[in-house]
């Protein structure tokens, strides 16, 4: 059975007091904006955890937006995924404004989402700021050469960004 918007309220409370856990899947388990909510609150208090793998749930726009703050102050997560969770631009705008000032994030899955053009676009601007992160995914997002235009741009100005 899925953990769903109620266990991810629960777990998210033993995350603000955990000191050990570094790993944590969460992988298609029916998480949406209330329980995406709660675990990025978790994000604001945790200092252990490395690695978050939301993939697979319906955190879509609303929950994904969540994220923003407590990524710009949480600089202990390395690895996060929010793969195939129905992003798309607007989804997008929370997350680049977190990359701008996260200084911690070395990977962040994207992938399978409906990030367009303008969200790549928006994107790729943040990137341009952020010191760290090393790995950004977003294949099998609708996005074209025009999406694409700004890489070469935002690798020159971006040292860390390796793929």
Known sequence: SALGDNGSKSLADALKVNSTLTELSLRNNSIQHDGAHSLAEALRHNSTLTELDLGGNLIRDAGVAFFSEPLKENNTLRILSLRSNQISNIGAEP????????????????????????????????????????????????????????????????????K
């Open 95 to 162: 997350i680049a404004r977190a990359l701008e000032h996260n200084l911690g994030l070395e990977c962040l899955d994207l992938r399978s989402n409906n990030i367009c053009n303008f969200g790549a676009l928006r994107l790729f601007e943040a990137l341009k700021l952020n010191i760290c992160l090393g790995e950004l995914q977003l294949d099998n997002n609708p996005i074209d050469d025009i999406g694409t235009s700004r890489f070469p741009e935002t690798m020159l100005a971006n040292k860390t960004l390796a």
